[in-house]
């Protein structure tokens, strides 16, 4: 076989094997609702996220971002106006929960989030 052939080859499989490697356990698209357990914040927020290679973003709110490792654990923050909040908890299989703190103004709010993965 052509020395070039198997070095274009082996490129090629490393480079499969870094993007298998990259891919996160909880990637595809999330759908997640807050609810505010104290404070004077709208009682309950829901947006769509996607998780690639463990990032978390929303196609409908530009300043979510987030992550989540390979164990499941999640941190994120999102910030609308004059409203900011960030949490952090934990994704099992098809489902997540977790708890997180934020501003409305000057108002601060706290509550707990849930997740569900979107087929």
Request: net charge positive; glycine share 10%.
């Amino acid at each position: 076989m052509n020395k070039r052939l198997v070095a274009l080859l082996s490129a090629y499989a490393c480079l499969l094997m870094t993007a298998a490697e990259a891919r996160s356990p909880y990637d595809g698209q999330w759908e997640i609702t807050f609810m505010t357990q104290s404070g004077d914040c709208n009682p309950v927020y829901s947006y769509s996220v996607n998780i690639e290679n463990g990032v978390i973003t929303s196609p409908a709110v530009q300043t979510f971002v987030g992550n989540v490792t390979n164990a499941g654990a999640v941190r994120a923050s999102v910030a609308v106006q004059e409203k900011r909040a960030s949490g952090s908890g934990r994704l099992t299989g098809v489902v997540g929960r977790g708890t997180w703190t934020g501003y409305s103004g000057n108002q601060r709010c706290t509550g707990a989030w849930k997740a569900q993965r979107a087929w």
